[in-house]
T-cell receptor, first 113, second 113 residues
Framework: KAGVTQTPRYLIKTRGQQVTLSCSPISGHRSVSWYQQTPGQGLQFLFEYFSETQRNKGNFPGRFSGRQFSNSRSEMNVSTLELGDSALYLC????????????FGPGTRLTVT | AQKITQTQPGMFVQEKEAVTLDCTYD???????LFWYKQPSSGEMIFLIYQGSYDQQNATEGRYSLNFQKARKSANLVISASQLGDSAMYFCAMREIGNQFYFGTGTSLTVIP
């Protein structure tokens, strides 16, 4: 099976712009979770989608949003980018039923200038 | 309170020696899972080992073992016979049933030849 894929891998944006990141889960997986990783804050949970519905949400402002499509692919959007949004954004997929199963993608490194 | 605490920002180990990475957790939920992930400099999170809260025996996966002490709420990772390729960041994580993953701040392991 192909692993979790994320596009793009690297992105440079300007403060105030918006950005959309994409995640394709492992075939058959219906759950996609998003994380933000920064040197100062570590790995923080953004949200989880399962079968097109948001199942869990972390403590992030409304500028961060996501969605999941019927084929389980997920997108994450950040509007009005701030310098502090520079981070590695990781996506993870699971079949949504096994507590121990979560596979990560390679991440998208976003730099906001 | 922090859900996951990793108190060792950096660790060094001699090649072929064993090393223990510490992790303590906080939950009142009787049902949860504990995980360890490895993150090389490439950025991808690699799943290493899982321990369920009801598992009687410590989990093992090859050179990795999880020293689970439920009463102390600790889940230390033991890497035996360290290899140069083990140099990476290591993250401890916990998931309560139906909830999100919580990650620690990580421990940077350097294996010395």
């Amino acid at each position: 099976k192909a692993g979790v894929t994320q596009t793009p891998r690297y992105l440079i944006k300007t403060r105030g712009q918006q950005v959309t990141l994409s995640c394709s889960p492992i075939s058959g997986h219906r759950s996609v979770s998003w994380y933000q990783q920064t040197p100062g804050q570590g790995l923080q949970f953004l949200f989880e989608y399962f079968s097109e519905t948001q199942r869990n949400k972390g403590n992030f402002p409304g500028r961060f949003s996501g969605r999941q499509f019927s084929n389980s692919r997920s997108e994450m959007n950040v509007s009005t980018l701030e310098l502090g949004d520079s981070a590695l954004y990781l996506c993870a997929s699971s079949d949504g039923t096994k507590i121990y199963e979560q596979y990560f993608g390679p991440g998208t490194r976003l730099t906001v200038t | 309170a922090q859900k996951i605490t990793q108190t060792q920002p950096g660790m060094f180990v001699q090649e072929k020696e064993a090393v223990t990475l510490d992790c303590t957790y906080d939950t009142s939920d009787p049902s949860y899972g504990l995980f360890w992930y490895k993150q090389p400099s490439s950025g991808e999170m690699i799943f290493l080992i899982y321990q369920g809260s009801y598992d009687q025996q410590n989990a093992t996966e090859g050179r990795y073992s999880l020293n689970f002490q439920k009463a102390r709420k600790s889940a230390n990772l033991v890497i035996s016979a360290s290899q140069l390729g083990d140099s990476a960041m290591y993250f401890c994580a916990m998931r309560e049933i139906g909830n999100q993953f919580y990650f620690g701040t990580g421990t940077s392991l350097t294996v010395i030849p």
